[in-house]
């Protein structure tokens, strides 16, 4: 097996040697440059995969300040020997991560210790579908994506300067099939809405993008412990998704934190017929990148047994599964029913404008999320919180197959 880069991997899958948002990094680099360099930024969940790619990015522009947030300490050390060794941040810039729960209480008493910041970058997520296997999981999912984000955005309410807040969003908000896509889309609503940003100087903006490969828990991270753990790559059938590299992935969140127009999010302009793509030729792309052939099975057992004796022949075991577990769609799409894109001057995205709305129902619904976690005498059922978003998002669409990607290889 060949010894590759992750980044010759995401290239591989991604089927592009240059980044797809390149050229509108380039031509507005210096745009960029004007509205970063000696600027406070605050990066919320920046060890995470998007989070410390986008803060790599950030670092190289000159800020004044950049303060990165993450419950991760290990993820956080990881980034800044990243940075150091790199030598992206000037002397000029202080520099320093925090090991804090963004809606924590010593958060807020950071924020209040801190001159206000101009940009506050929140990637603080549970961001998986598996987070639908239970009650639990489902409520640490809401708390962070819904509860903690309105907490923490009304502090962030009450600095008096001028701010730009923005919060990455997913490609699964627009016409939600999961609670995991439902939870970030009404987290569009809350960051959008003018009755939690109140200060008329505070701006918003959001994006919605592709998976990224091999971020932190995903798909493509699994196949390379699979290869390490000698174990069978395992991916479902017939499943459409597009896929953008850790790189391109802060390309596309600083083009819409820092020139996306106020109450819009970003989506790339991917074409369907070029870039979408199925998991299946996804594993054989990252087998074939590391010099193995794909041998395709439908059989767990089969697949497990035959590991050792496939790669003595320069092969691989691929077990193809069906794709029956809850929350799941065929295929990926960025726009959902009645959004409609503008056009902002650059060819690798577009902007999708939030129709705001009153955030009553959507606070409401925090705060009934916040009362099933502090209150535990109180009886909590998948479907109670399903028929709730129901409420919210009348063309929710969730899909309930009573099967969790934890059951599955």
Known sequence: MKDISIDRLASAVTNRTVSFFQNDFDSHRRELEDRIRDRRVLVIGGAGSIGSATVRLVSQFGPSVLHVVDQNENDLAELVRFLRNQAYLPSSTDFRTLPLDFGSELMHRFLIDEPPYDFVLNFAALKHVRSEKDVYSLLRMFDVNLVKAARFLGWISQQRSACRYFC????????????????????????????????????????????????KGSLLESFLKRLENRQPLAAPKDTLRYFISPYESGQICLLATFLAPDGHLLVPTFDPGSNLVDLETVAVR????????????????????????????????????????????????????????????????????????????????????????????????????????????????????????DEKV
Do not use: C, W
């Not at 193995?292 to 590991?307: F, G, H, N, S």
């Open 168 to 215: 990455v969003s997913t490609d699964k908000a627009a016409n939600p099939v999961n609670l995991m896509g439902a939870s970030k889309r009404l987290m569009e609503d809350l960051i959008f809405s003018r009755e939690i940003l109140t200060n008329p100087t505070h701006t918003a903006s959001s994006a919605r993008f592709a998976n990224v490969a091999f971020s």
């Open 286 to 405: 990252v087998l074939d990148a590391l010099g193995l052939e794909p041998r395709i099975y439908e059989d767990e057992t089969l697949a497990r047994r035959k590991v050792e004796t496939d790669m003595l022949s320069g092969s691989y075991p691929l077990l193809l599964t069906p794709l029956d577990t809850s929350g799941e769609k065929p295929y990926e799409e960025f726009v959902g029913n009645g959004e409609k894109t503008a056009d902002i001057g650059m060819t690798s995205v577009q902007a999708v404008k939030h129709h705001r709305k009153p955030i009553r129902e959507v606070m409401s619904f925090i705060e009934t999320i916040d009362g099933m976690i502090m209150h535990p005498e109180t009886s909590v059922t998948k479907s109670a919180i399903v028929e709730n978003v129901r409420r919210l998002l009348p063309n929710f669409e969730h899909i309930e197959t009573g099967r969790s990607l």
